[in-house]
């Protein structure tokens, strides 16, 4: 039950985020939710014996070793779009497993982030790669409690209000659009041997075919980790930065040398990693402008202009990035969740070691995600 300390160079991370993996669900309430946390330590076997059903922000994370495109395009519409009778909404964790070996996870995402969670898948597969796929613990079988069905009393309204929830949801999921791909010409590797940043790297990338398919940039978002700090969760990057359109400008202009080209990136580069760096020690922007809007709603006082403004909303303010994206770790687990607006873009990838970039692309019907691909 300890989990080792993770660190970020020399900077110890914030471990809060583990303790809320499992027992953990989401309590509806009139104005806000609430999260109910039954940590145990000890014994695993102890189960709260009530739990109440509620919407979830839903993501899906899925192991992406196995090779078929097809297969892995299916499991991660499953995991992430799938019949929603079967999991439960308000459980920070839920587990799904195909028949062809394959496992997927269905999360709230308001107990913890993605990498907590992958993580822990992380550890597991490196205990089964350690112990060659064989079980070398005990083969006793522990006296348990036999599991206790839960019986909901339920009268009409609830069924008819069941039955409408389904229908949204598969309304809502109907037109998701979905690419799994791995680019396998180079990885990790080769990117920091030429000295750039493996993430900073995709993202421009990102920038680049975005401007390729509309001719315009696209506000982009990207999460950064500040677990740096006491029950630090995440900050906005914001890739879409005049130094990277320069630079994919550039890209489509014949005229332009490729030493052009090259101070351009360079300079693209260097300001996504001065980015990262603020927002993972604290100097973002997007959480405070949050936490004044939230205050101001709470206390009943003027919306600030800002947050009308629409430069604001153009900018990707206010959840209307056209691409919402992040890193989900150097693992071969990536996940996803839908796009922030019906005509953007979800992009979630991992980053290999030495061989391949595994990515996962989610998009609304507006535009053709496999064109989105190829660029």
Not at 208 to 225: D, F, I, N, S, V
Not at 273 to 294: A, I, V, W
Not at 335 to 363: E, K, L, N, Q, S
């Amino acid at each position: 039950e300890k989990v080792p300390i993770e660190r970020s160079g020399n900077a110890v991370l914030d471990m809060s985020q583990f303790r809320m993996l499992f027992n953990t669900c989401k309590v509806p309430g009139i104005t806000r939710d609430s999260l109910c946390n039954y940590f145990k330590t000890g014994c695993t076997t102890e189960v709260q014996d009530h739990r109440d059903s509620d919407d979830g922000l839903m993501a899906g994370l899925h192991d992406l070793s196995f090779s078929n495109g097809l297969c892995k395009e299916k499991i991660t519409r499953l995991g992430l779009a799938g019949d929603p009778t079967v999991r439960w909404g308000d459980k920070s964790y839920n587990s799904i497993f195909f028949s062809n070996g394959t496992s997927s996870a269905f999360c709230d995402h308001s107990p913890f982030d993605a990498m907590a969670l992958i993580t822990m898948l992380s550890s597991a597969e490196q205990k089964i790669i350690e112990n060659e796929g064989k079980w070398k613990g005990s083969d006793k079988v522990r006296d348990i409690p036999c599991p206790e069905e839960l019986v909901f009393t339920v009268d009409q309204k609830i069924i008819r209000e069941i039955e409408r929830t389904k229908e949204m949801y598969y309304e809502k999921v109907s037109d998701l659009q979905l690419a799994c791909y791995a680019f396998t010409s180079f990885g990790k590797a080769l990117i920091k041997k030429r000295k750039l940043h493996p993430d900073t790297f995709v993202q421009l990338a990102l920038q680049l075919a975005y401007y390729k398919c509309h001719g315009r940039p696209g506000c982009c978002y990207e999460t950064a980790m500040t677990r740096r700090f006491y029950h630090g969760r995440t900050e906005t990057i914001r890739p879409c930065t005049m130094e990277a359109v320069e630079w994919c400008k550039s890209m489509l202009d014949h005229s332009a040398t490729n030493y052009e080209r090259l101070q351009l990136m360079n300079a693209a580069f260097a300001k996504h990693n001065r980015m990262r760096k603020d927002c993972e020690n604290g100097r973002g922007f997007d959480r405070h402008l949050l936490g004044l809007l939230l205050i101001a709603q709470e206390q009943g006082l003027p919306v600030p202009e800002l947050f009308e403004d629409p430069a604001f909303t153009a900018s990707g303010g206010g959840g209307n990035f056209v691409l919402s994206t992040s890193l989900t770790g150097y693992t071969r687990f990536s996940g996803c969740a839908v796009p922030m607006v019906h005509h953007g873009y979800g992009f979630f990838y991992a980053i290999r070691d030495d061989r391949d970039v595994p990515t996962a692309f989610i998009i609304h019907e507006h535009y053709n995600v496999k064109y989105f691909e190829s660029r």
